[in-house]
């Protein structure tokens, strides 16, 4: 992996440096539209019976005590924890409504809680969801789901990491983005390696399965010399998993972002200097790189996924559990069911009146195409496993690649000649400089992406 210091040039890193989805889903949210409801719903979740096999829950809690400025997640920023309680009552409703439209006895393999802050909820109220859930869908007792939460170490102590694991979950994953003081300062979200330090140690000690830890980079004021002082800290507390986040900034969508001074970030190529580096560092430390932003143990399930070529990538990032559908709950969480797409409203009002009223609180959705399906293989196979056999896709599809992928291949041409990829008559290879802009080499095979709008998505560089 020593090419990743080669340096990018400046026009290079001009001509690349554009906007493009991260695409934790193809089509991508944008391809979402409001003419899908809940009839398609019901139809999408008739078909995953059909199908039939293990779920994926995921449950979206959207509090937070404070906001960091960086953040992009749908969040609702409140001290007011009482907030918390006609929310879980509105979340029962829709997993009622959810759960009446799958087959009983389907085994949770997958359970997952994200945010916001899951932690912003009392104990009890943690006690009290898991076991809803637990009416409603099969949920694994022995310990074999991968069963995870995220977690925010200014919002859990000790106990909380105890109760957690009692009330079944087997994995967590903490935001720490940097222990820099004056980048934590300048995001608002500061803190301690302490405090970072006591949840680890508490997770290894009850027999956690699992521990990632997200870092960002591309924040104000973050240099190379600087993130890997960052990397050294967290690297003593010996985490699974690394989810090393490039910066989306869109003040325009997130206005908490509008705090952040555009000449405070690192320009593009001290950001590329700062990936390759890291990429560097964690294959020192023993980390092998996962796809575009994630790095593990070589004995990680997402490690071994990647050697076995059965790696995916879902909602969450990458995943050895993509074959399960993933239902889905909460204000603002996307499902993937029976070949379709769906998201959920995003404001806890329009929630709350859909759900009241016995509705699916469903704002927009897509049935995939089976051209969607194809482009979805091919992108997922770049982005998991940095190589794509053309023989293999022409079999499974029974296309022509150099007919199908014309323009595709075209694009791609260029990307050879700046040795990011290699293509021969049967596959193609993206190159160790090429993984730094895997966006880009996936963008060739998107359908969509000369059409859409590029204020939607963040710099891929
Ligand atoms: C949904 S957040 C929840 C984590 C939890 N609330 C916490 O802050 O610890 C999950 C992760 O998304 C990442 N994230 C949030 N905003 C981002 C942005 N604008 N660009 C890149 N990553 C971002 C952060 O790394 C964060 O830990
Ligand atoms: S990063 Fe986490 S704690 Fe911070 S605002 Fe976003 S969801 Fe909330």
Redesign the pocket.
Known sequence: MSQIAIPFDADLIRRYDTSGPRYTSYPTAVQFHDGFGQDDYREAAARSNATGGPLSLYVHIPF?DTV?Y????NKVVTKDRAKARPYLDDVYREMALQAALFDDGRPVDQLHW????PTFLSHDEMRELMGKTGEHFALKTDDSGEYSI????READAATIRLLREIGFNRIS??V?DFDAKVQKAVN?IQSFDETKEVVDTAREEGFHGVSI???YGLPFQTRDRFMQTLDRVIELDPDRL?I?????LPQR?KP?RRIAGDDLPSPAEKLDILGSTIGYLQQAGYVLIGMDHFAKPDDPLAIAQAEGTLQRNFQGYSTHAECDMVAMGASSISQVGGAFSQNVKELDRYHEAVAAGRLPIEKGVVITEEDVLRRHVITELICHFRLSIHDVEQRFEIDFASHFADALDELADMARDELVTITPDSIEVQPRGRLLIRNVCMAFDEYHGSLDGQRF?KVI
């Open positions: 937070c960091c960086y953040c992009a997640c994200g945010g916001g802050t995220e977690i925010d170490p903490l935001g983005q979200r997200d870092l960002i989810s986040f490039n910066y989306a900034h997130f972002q963040s």
